[in-house]
């Protein structure tokens, strides 16, 4: 049993190329989430999905789309890099929403955009 | 969902109880409190929650206020493996995010 797993661990973009983030959870948990963590800071909401099928926006969404590609997966996609952008991106499960259920995290990507 | 206030940071020497306070003062009837913990940049991992009673788990005690203004997270016997940031998150039943704020970075002493 895995957990949550990412990839991947490091990354280092130049300004205006794209890249997918991957994520992967094996313990049947109906929502996804990521988040971006600067230095110093706690943990912003980009994304979530509650359930396969359905994505809502967080707190910072901007530059970013996602996609839930099946319960399992669940994807982060810079278009267009920004420096702005370079943070440790981490993605988690929960079992469901709406509840109070706890989230489990990956182990994170270190981006950097330069 | 309200937001927390939480120390900096915080000592505790190696084996004795590490109590982390969090106060939440506009906390309202439907939000529960949590506490995560990140340990060296690793992914946050779970402790405990509570909405109104005291909770304890094998990991730790969560004591909350009767007004529940405030709460406190007790690790009963801090081992060197317990220095991390601390956050303390409120959140309602029904919602989708936690709201992590800065957090309390422990720091225990051998």
């Known amino acids: 049993n895995a957990g949550v797993t990412q990839t991947p661990k490091f990354q280092v973009l130049k300004t205006g190329q794209s890249m997918t983030l991957q994520c992967a959870q094996d313990m049947n948990h109906n929502s996804m989430y990521w988040y971006r963590q600067d230095p110093g800071m706690g943990l912003r909401l980009i994304y979530y999905?509650?359930?396969?099928?359905?994505?809502d926006k967080g707190e910072v969404p901007n530059g970013y789309n996602v996609s839930r590609l099946n319960k399992r997966e669940f994807s982060l996609r810079l278009e267009s890099a920004a420096p702005s952008q370079t943070s440790v991106y981490f993605c988690a499960s929960s079992e469901g929403s709406g509840r109070a259920y706890e989230q489990y995290f990956g182990p994170g990507t270190r981006l950097t955009v330069t | 969902d309200a937001k927390t206030t939480q120390p900096p940071s915080m000592d505790c020497a190696e084996g004795r109880a590490a109590n982390l306070p969090c106060n939440h003062s506009?906390?309202?009837?439907?939000?529960?409190v949590y506490w995560y913990r990140q340990i060296h940049s690793q992914g946050p991992q779970y402790i405990i929650h509570?909405?109104?009673n005291n909770e304890t788990n094998e990991m730790a005690s969560l004591i909350i206020t009767e007004d529940r203004k405030s709460s406190t997270l007790i690790l009963p016997h801090a081992t060197l493996r317990d220095t991390a940031v601390y956050y303390c998150i409120v959140r309602v039943m029904s919602g989708n995010q936690f709201y992590f704020g800065t957090g309390t970075s422990l720091t225990v002493i051998p």
């Open positions: 506009t906390i309202s009837g439907n939000e529960y």
């Open positions: 509570g909405l109104k």
């Open positions: 999905s509650a359930s396969e099928g359905t994505t």
